[in-house]
């Protein structure tokens, strides 16, 4: 289906474990973004991307990879997995940098 | 450095009444947009709108209504006439050219009591 999926939705690992979140969208969007939400916080931005091959940091990028080699999939790796990284990951996409953003179902993501 | 703050953390409202969601953001991009999201009990983010910096005109959508006002920074959502399906999180975010970040605020909990 068309659309932009992420996996898997529900996700419980172990302190100091990797962990790798997976965002695919069939749109074809350049531009594509991981954010968390977490209470109190809103949605902040963990890195985003404008092409394949191409990623910046956004407010909270440490403790966490990201790669883009195919234009539809922006995989966020936790490279270490720690309890503060328990929250809820939101992936998105945008046809241009400054139109409507498409967000995936969500990841719930505990860290124990 | 770009920069959006909702200051109301959490509003409770009783069926009917009008309520507006304030918008204050920093940019110091000369052309940037802004948007209004709606998240709802069960968790997905749903567009609602996008203003670009040279359109400073109100806009209206049903009971739906947004005031952009660029000399006060701000991008204020109203809902008139409010109902409890209206009860969600709502987001408002900013994107500047050039920047391509997509910043959000961290969310206005609104809730409409029956």
């Known amino acids: 289906d068309a659309g932009i999926t992420q996996s898997p939705r529900y996700k419980i690992t172990e302190t100091g474990r990797q962990v790798t979140l997976m965002c695919h969208q069939t749109w074809s969007h350049s531009y594509m973004f991981w954010y968390r939400q977490d209470l109190g916080h809103g949605l902040r931005l963990i890195y985003y991307s404008a092409a394949a091959d191409i990623t910046d940091k956004g407010e909270v990028p440490d403790g966490y990879v990201v790669s883009r080699s195919k234009t539809e999939n922006f995989p966020l790796t936790l490279e270490s997995a720690t309890r503060s990284q328990t929250s809820v990951y939101f992936c998105a996409s945008t046809r241009d940098s400054n139109t409507e953003a498409f967000f995936g179902q969500g990841t719930r993501l505990t860290v124990v | 450095a770009q920069k959006v703050t909702q200051a109301q953390t959490e509003i409770s409202v009783v069926e009917k009444e009008d309520v507006t969601l304030d918008c204050v953001y920093e940019t110091r991009d000369t052309t940037y947009y802004l948007f209004w999201y709606k998240q709802p009990p069960s968790g997905e983010l749903v567009f609602l709108i996008r203003?670009?910096?040279?359109?400073?005109q109100n806009e209206i959508s049903g009971r739906y209504s947004w005031n952009f006002q660029k000399s006060t920074s701000s991008f204020n959502f109203t809902i008139t006439a409010s109902q409890v399906v209206d009860s969600a999180v709502y987001f408002c975010a900013l994107s500047g050219v050039g920047t391509y970040k997509y910043i959000f605020g961290t969310g206005t909990r609104l809730k409409v009591l029956a």
């Open positions: 203003r670009n910096s040279f359109d400073e």
